[in-house]
C-alpha cells in the first residue's frame, strides 16, 4: 500500500471509501487536506470530490472538485501513476511549468516553480536571497496584511513551519528523516495587520519606506511580501522605491496573487516592475486546492542561473515541501539541492487546475465583458440583500468576492468570526436538526431552506468586535456568465444561500452561542 493509501485509510469515514484518484489528490498537501472522520469532510468542508448537492461560492477558501476538473484529474491520473522519474520530470515540464506559462502568456525567461501550496512557495524568496547575498547574516522580511492572507503565509514568509504535517510525509520521506530546524533566525520579519480596530484598511507606504531605507543602510536583503487581492479581494498598493527592478537589487518584492482575481495584464504589469508573483490553481481559478507556483521575472531569473551551484542556500527546511521536479531545468544548480522524489499529488492537482484555467481564458474570463458581468452579479446580490435580508448588510464589494456581515438580532451587533464560523458550518450541511436541536420550530418552507447546503468563503476577522463571511464567483461561474450572459440566474444561487443564512440569523441566539 502507498503511503498516500495509508494516511488515506487513517481519515476515510467507514461509510465512505476514497477511490484512488481522490487518495492522491490529498497527498503531497498538509493536515488541510485530510478528511475528519466523523464528518466525511475537511476543515473547509469540502473534498477531494465532486460535490453535486451543494451551491458554491466558495472560491475563495477551498472550493470542491468541479466536474471539469474531475474530468481532467480521472484522465490524467493514470498517467501520473506509471511515470517514471524521467517521465515525471517531463510531465512537470511540459504539462504543468510550460502549459501554465502558455496560458498566461509569460514573458519569454520567466521562471516558474511549483509547490504544493501558495503557503509553502512563500520559502522560495528567502532561498533567493540568501543564494544572490550569500554573505548576509540578516534577511529583512515585510509581511502585509497579514489577517486578510493564508494564516500560514506569514510564518512561512518568516522561515518557519506553517503546517503540522508537510508533504514530504506523502512521498516518500519520514518525518524523522527531515530537519525540525527552520530559518527564524536568520529572519527579521515585520508583520503588519490590514486593518485598523475600527475596520478601516491601513496604508503601510511610509513604513515600507522607511524600512527599505534601513535595509539599504545596513547592507541586507529586504523581502517586502504585498498582495493583489486579500482574502476580502483588496488590492496592496504596489511598494514603489524598493529598486527590486535594478540588476543587482538587494530588496525583493513578493506579490501574493494567490487568490488568482488577475488579469494577465495585470500580471505582465508586476513582473515588469521586477516583482516576484505567488499564485495558485485553485481560489478564483477552482482547481484543485493546494497547487501552487511562483513567477520569476525574466532579470531575476537571469541573476539565479548565475549563481554557482556551491553558492546555491538550500536548508534542510525545504525538503519538507519541495522536490527536484518543482525547479525549472534553467535552475540546474537550486535542482541539484533537492530530494529526487515525485509529489504525484501536486501534479495531478495541477493539471486539473490547468484545464480549469484554460476553460476559462477561452469563454473569454479576462475581457472587459466579463468583468462587466461580475459587476452586474455583484449589483444584484447587494439588490437582493437590501431587499430581503435585514440582517446582512455588504461590508465590502470588491469584484468578484461580496463581503457581508451578519447581525445579531438580539443585540443588534454584527457577528465576530467565532460565530460566523459556526454559521459557516450549519451552511455547508442540513442544518434541520441542528434548529430541532436548539428548540427551533421550523414551517415546511423554513425546513427547505435549511436543508439548502452551501460552500461559501470561510470567516474574516475584520477586527475584534465583527468579523465577515465570503460569496465569491469562481471560474466556472464566469465561464457560465460569459457563455449565457444570465446574471440573474447567477444571483438565484445566491439568494438561496442568503435565505439560509439568514434563517440561520434569525435564530443567531439559539444556534450560534
Same mark, same amino acid.
Given at each position: 500500500m502507498? @503511503?498516500?493509501?495509508? !494516511? !488515506? ?7 465512505? #471509501?476514497?477511490a484512488p ?11 488541510r ?8 469532510? +475537511? ?6 470530490f465532486?460535490m453535486?448537492? /451543494? ?15 474531475? /474530468? !481532467? ?15 515525471f520530470?517531463?510531465?512537470?515540464e +511540459?504539462c ?20 504544493? #501550496?501558495?503557503?509553502d512557495?512563500e ?10 547575498f550569500?554573505?548576509?547574516?540578516k534577511?529583512?522580511m515585510?509581511?502585509s496584511?497579514?489577517?486578510e492572507i ?19 510525509? #506523502? ?23 490590514a ?6 484598511y491601513i ?6 519606506a522607511?524600512?527599505?531605507?534601513d ?6 536583503p529586504?523581502?517586502?511580501? &504585498? %498582495?493583489?487581492?486579500?482574502?476580502? +479581494? ?10 527590486c527592478?535594478?540588476?543587482? !537589487?538587494?530588496?525583493f518584492?513578493v506579490?501574493?496573487?494567490?487568490q ?5 495584464a495585470?500580471? /505582465?504589469e ?5 516583482a516576484? %508573483? ?12 493546494f ?8 532579470q ?44 504525484k ?29 461580475? @459587476? ?7 439588490g ?15 469584484? #468578484? ?5 451578519? &447581525? ?8 465576530? %468570526? ?11 450541511v ?6 430541532a @436541536?436548539?428548540?427551533?420550530q ?11 447546503? @452551501? ?7 475584520i ?12 471560474a ?7 457563455e ?8 438565484? &444561487? ?12 434569525? /435564530?443567531?441566539?439559539?444556534l450560534l452561542?
Amino acid at each position: 500500500m502507498t @503511503a498516500a493509501a495509508a !494516511a !488515506a485509510d487513517v481519515f476515510v469515514p467507514p461509510e465512505r #471509501s476514497f477511490a484512488p484518484v481522490e487518495e492522491v489528490l490529498i497527498a503531497g498537501a498538509d493536515e488541510r487536506t485530510d478528511m475528519i472522520p466523523e464528518l466525511g469532510v +475537511n476543515s473547509y468542508n469540502t473534498g477531494p470530490f465532486v460535490m453535486k448537492e /451543494h451551491l458554491v461560492r466558495s472560491s475563495c477558501t477551498c472550493n470542491p472538485l468541479t466536474p471539469l476538473a474531475a /474530468h !481532467a484529474v480521472h484522465t490524467w491520473h493514470p498517467v501520473v501513476m506509471s511515470s517514471w522519474p524521467m517521465e515525471f520530470a517531463s510531465l512537470m515540464e +511540459n504539462c504543468v511549468r510550460r502549459r501554465l506559462a502558455h496560458l498566461l502568456q509569460l514573458p519569454e525567461g520567466t521562471g516558474v516553480i511549483t509547490a504544493p #501550496s501558495g503557503t509553502d512557495i512563500e520559502l522560495i524568496p528567502v532561498v533567493m536571497a540568501k543564494s544572490l547575498f550569500p554573505e548576509t547574516q540578516k534577511i529583512n522580511m515585510l509581511v502585509s496584511a497579514v489577517n486578510e492572507i493564508g494564516k500560514g503565509v506569514a510564518a512561512a514568509a518568516g522561515g518557519e513551519f506553517s503546517a503540522v504535517n508537510s508533504p514530504a510525509a #506523502s512521498y516518500g520521506l519520514s518525518m524523522d528523516e527531515l530537519t525540525t530546524q527552520d530559518l527564524t533566525e536568520l529572519m527579521r520579519t515585520v508583520r503588519m495587520d490590514a486593518r485598523d480596530e475600527q475596520g478601516n484598511y491601513i496604508d503601510r507606504t511610509e513604513l515600507i519606506a522607511q524600512e527599505v531605507a534601513d535595509a539599504k543602510a545596513k547592507g541586507e536583503p529586504l523581502i517586502v511580501h &504585498t %498582495v493583489f487581492g486579500t482574502k476580502t +479581494n483588496k488590492r496592496e498598493p504596489f511598494p514603489e522605491g524598493t529598486g527590486c527592478e535594478d540588476p543587482e !537589487a538587494s530588496a525583493f518584492v513578493v506579490v501574493d496573487a494567490c487568490q488568482g482575481r488577475y488579469s494577465v495584464a495585470e500580471l /505582465h504589469e508586476l513582473l515588469a516592475k521586477g516583482a516576484v %508573483v505567488t499564485i495558485t490553481g485553485s481560489k478564483a481559478m477552482s482547481g484543485p486546492p493546494f497547487s501552487g507556483a511562483i513567477l520569476i521575472p525574466p532579470q531575476l531569473m537571469a541573476r539565479l542561473q548565475a549563481v554557482k551551484e556551491e553558492h546555491v542556500w538550500m536548508p534542510p527546511m525545504l525538503e519538507h515541501y519541495f522536490t527536484r521536479h518543482d525547479f525549472p531545468p534553467t535552475l540546474p544548480a537550486f535542482r541539484a539541492h533537492m530530494p529526487l522524489l515525485q509529489n504525484k499529488g501536486l501534479a495531478l492537482r495541477w493539471l486539473g487546475s490547468l484545464e480549469e484555467m484554460e476553460a476559462y481564458f477561452n469563454a473569454g474570463g479576462d475581457t472587459p465583458l466579463c468583468r462587466e458581468r461580475v @459587476a452586474e452579479w455583484a449589483a444584484a446580490v447587494e439588490g437582493e440583500i437590501v431587499a430581503n435580508h435585514p440582517q446582512i448588510d455588504m461590508f465590502e464589494s470588491n469584484g #468578484s468576492v461580496l463581503n457581508v456581515t451578519v &447581525t445579531n438580532p438580539t443585540t443588534e451587533e454584527r457577528l465576530p %468570526v467565532p460565530q460566523l464560523r459556526k454559521l459557516y458550518d450549519l451552511l455547508s450541511v442540513d442544518s434541520c436538526a441542528a434548529f430541532a @436541536a436548539a428548540g427551533v420550530q421550523l414551517s415546511a418552507e423554513q425546513q427547505a431552506v435549511a436543508a439548502t447546503k @452551501a460552500l461559501i468563503g470561510q470567516p474574516v476577522r475584520i477586527c475584534e468586535s465583527f468579523g465577515i463571511v465570503r460569496l465569491a464567483l469562481g471560474a466556472p461561474d464566469m465561464r457560465a456568465l460569459m457563455e449565457d450572459m444570465n446574471v440573474r440566474q447567477a444571483v438565484v &444561487t445566491d439568494a438561496a444561500i442568503l435565505a439560509k443564512m439568514s434563517l440561520i440569523a434569525q /435564530h443567531a441566539q439559539a444556534l450560534l452561542f
